[in-house]
């Protein structure tokens, strides 16, 4: 198989292509996940490469097409956080600082219904109140705003007094909101977006156990959680 995923990337000949349409075939219906994503990742690979592009070859096509009418095209999906949920784990407790940002993620990642990315790119400077008493974050870029356009997000006054109280915490002017806290309880200057997941998971240990039967909260369980509560109030 090693050879045969070296053979795709490299893609030269037609015997390669159907090494491809035997890899489409043979390993992703045994596998589940975006499909679609996998093959525009690969594609972009040929493409930046200057390379001829085998996922554009009539029979990799078809064989995409015979996978999706077996398998479907559904992929896993994150666990929900939910507010249930989230008020759980706003009732876990450790270290004074460590738990306080770990509140202002639960609490902005809800509210805001944000990809980690844009969570972590959130900075005090860009929290106001607009003229009618609204608190609100100014996000600068996103997935869906690459140039900088901004987008204004209301968000509550309970977390917007949160956010000030984290800021008067950890004694900054300015930066982003979010940040890394080490074992001795020292503030960095950011947090980067994957370790948003480990929190996540390091706080559901701590409120469930280690044991816990639930599955593991993700990037994406804010944005789905907070939907399902949108749609379960009507």
């Not at 037609?14 to 491809?20: G, L, P």
């Not at 666990?79 to 249930?84: G, V």
């Not at 947090?191 to 639930?214: I, N, W």
Request: net charge positive; aromatic share 8%.
């Amino acid at each position: 198989m090693t050879e045969r995923c070296r053979d795709v990337e490299f893609g030269k000949d037609k015997r390669i292509c159907i090494d491809r349409l035997l890899f489409v075939e043979d390993v992703f219906l045994s596998q589940t996940g975006n499909h679609d994503r996998t093959g525009k990742n690969q594609a972009s690979v040929f493409h930046l490469s200057r390379l001829q592009d085998p996922t554009k070859d009539p029979d990799v096509i078809f064989a995409m097409k015979r996978m999706h009418r077996r398998i479907g095209r559904s992929q896993d999906q994150a666990y929900p956080l939910t507010h249930d949920l989230l008020e759980k784990l706003l009732k876990v407790y450790g270290r004074d600082v460590s738990i306080m940002r770990d509140w202002v993620l639960l609490k902005l990642g809800y509210k805001t219904m944000r990809r980690r990315s844009e969570l972590c790119s959130m900075r005090f400077e860009d929290v106001d109140v607009n003229p009618k008493g609204q608190p609100f974050i100014l996000l600068n870029f996103s997935k869906t705003d690459q140039f900088g356009t901004g987008t204004v997000i209301p968000i509550s006054d309970d977390l917007f007094e949160l956010i000030t109280r984290w800021q008067k915490k950890i004694g900054v002017q300015s930066g982003y909101i979010l940040r890394s806290v080490n074992k001795g309880g020292r503030v960095g200057e950011s947090l980067h977006p994957s370790s948003v997941t480990r929190l996540l998971q390091d706080l559901q240990d701590q409120a469930f156990g280690f044991r816990r039967d639930m599955p593991d909260l993700g990037g994406h369980s804010f944005r789905v959680g907070a939907a399902l509560d949108m749609i379960s109030q009507g």
